[in-house]
């Protein structure tokens, strides 16, 4: 069965930091894009960064750029989003994908994590 599982959600103040994983399992995705997407409540889900297969290629959505930093450890199946400088609105579920692209766009994501809820408070 392939999964992604994200981890490292949680509760934290504004100005500060949580560091968000995603594992894969059942398959290797070291041949993906991984991309990390956030959704708050009655909005819709909203590209953050995406970081191409090699490493090489990084993009960030505007708000993010300067404050969350996406790698990827290939060796162990996993994507990692660093995330400074939290603010209320990045409030959020935080879900990771993989695909064949680097896109912005979530229709070119094939897999999908369960999603990690995060919470920035002011």
């Known amino acids: 069965q392939v999964q992604l599982v994200e981890s490292g959600g949680g509760l934290v103040q504004a100005g500060g930091s949580l560091r968000l994983s995603c594992t894969g399992s059942?398959?290797?995705?070291?041949?993906?894009?991984m991309g990390w997407f956030r959704q708050a409540p009655g909005k819709e889900r909203e590209f953050v960064a995406v970081?191409?297969?090699?490493?090489?290629?990084?993009m960030y959505v505007d708000s993010a750029k300067g404050r969350f930093t996406i790698s990827r450890d290939n060796a162990r199946n996993t994507v990692y989003l660093q995330m400074n400088s939290l603010k209320p609105e990045d409030t959020a579920v935080y879900y990771c994908?993989?695909?064949?692209?680097?896109?912005?766009?979530?229709?070119?994501?094939?897999?999908w994590g369960q999603g990690t809820q995060v919470t920035v408070s002011s």
């Open positions: 059942g398959r290797t995705f070291i041949w993906d894009a």
């Open positions: 994908a993989a695909g064949t692209l680097a896109s912005r766009n979530y229709r070119n994501y094939i897999y």
């Open positions: 970081i191409s297969r090699s490493g090489d290629y990084l």
